[in-house]
């Protein structure tokens, strides 16, 4: 089974879809924020590019979220 399609890693995408949502951020403010086109956040979220660890940092960082605690949240930490 390939890692993108575990159940950490849909947990992890689906906490960190909650956040956003909850801090009331859009797929394009986010990925503007990050430099990037909002298709690249929309691939991330619908689990169809694989996020690594400094990028989910760096989308952590960019809604002002502590990527430790949604790690936590996600059931990982």
């Known amino acids: 089974m390939k890692s993108i399609h575990s159940i950490e890693y849909k947990a992890v995408i689906d906490t960190l879809v909650a956040e956003r949502k909850h801090a009331g951020i859009t797929q394009k ?7 990037k086109p909002q298709s690249y956040i929309s691939k991330i ?13 760096h989308i952590c960082n960019a809604m002002q979220k502590d990527g430790v605690t949604i790690l936590r949240k996600a059931g990982l930490c």
């Open 29 to 35: 403010q986010l990925a503007d924020s990050l430099g």
């Open 45 to 57: 979220e619908s689990r169809e590019r694989r996020l690594d660890i400094v990028e989910f940092f």
